[in-house]
């Protein structure tokens, strides 16, 4: 059995016309990191907060290590869950030490205790000579530090964690999301991080599950999300992404630049949709192609050292497509060029 189930869990607020989070289901193992990841009001934080206990879903089944926390009989009080959560803003009390802020949720243990167990989180976080200090003597970051401490003192069972470096700016947030993923892995602790940032998601997670109007999209790996799309919303997601039309014929797949040799098991005559990466193609120049040629519109640089070319593909009006190439700077507007996609990169987009 997994370690956390989420089941059909969904949440209407009154007076709003659509559901905030509607049908989600996903598992946790120990010691995993589970990203949702989703635009700005898509439902991360309603989800967040059933599980922690501050918000009744409608309807669904959460277990924590074979505990109901929540099903159709009974909603378990958020501190009765032994869930730890860390919200964006550190909310330390301002009038308590470092110290006392991580000792504040394990007040009822012996002093002797309570105090190793700060000392261990605080040896955990980096920051051992900060004990003494007030919330505002130390940085942002060791605010943020200081709070995942505390929530993590009373030895949860699960860590929940709201978009908690959004405030930081971004080199401080890339070398705490660094310590944190080491941290939590240390600690064992499962995790579920809302962000809405793909790179923070790409980077920290062991699973990603996107979320788009309270409807999962794709729950899977960060290479699954990336590599596999399940959808044209997912694939815009991570990045640029061309979205072609395809027709299935015996030697693979018809496209607007030319037929790709892909071995696919899919009826002949069969329309679909497929994505492509702007650099999963290969750009050749006028006088070594033979194929369909198409004219660049138009060459950025991009901070990667390549180049990316918006072609617009010959006799297919209103298609333009964008690829990478590897600097090569004598490819320049107005200059024709045959694209072809690297056969293996090609992803078909289910549903399509
Ligand atoms: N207490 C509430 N009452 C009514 N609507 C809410 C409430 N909280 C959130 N919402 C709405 O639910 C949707 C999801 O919000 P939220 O879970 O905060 O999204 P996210 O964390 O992804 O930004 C939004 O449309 C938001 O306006
Ligand atoms: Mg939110």
Redesign the pocket.
Known sequence: MSFLNVQNLSKK?N??SAP?VFDLSFTLERGEILSLL?E???????ALRMIAGFETPDGGLIELEGNILNNEKKCLSAEKRGVGIVFQDAALFPHLTVFDNIAFGIKKQKAKLRKQRVEEMLALVGLSDFGERFPHQISGGQQQRVSIARALAPKPNLLLLDEPFSALDENLKNKLLEDVYKILHKAQVPSIF?THSVHDALNTADRILILKDGHTQQLGSPHDVYFRPANEYVANFFGKTNILDAETISQGLLTCVGTIPYRHKLPLGEKLKIAVRPEDFLVKTEENCDGICSTVDRVRFCDSGCSELLINVKDQPGIQLCVQCQGDESICPKDNVHVEIVPEKVRILSGS
Request: net charge positive.
């Open positions: 607020y007076g709003t905030a989703g700005s009001g898509c439902g991360k934080s309603t809302v």
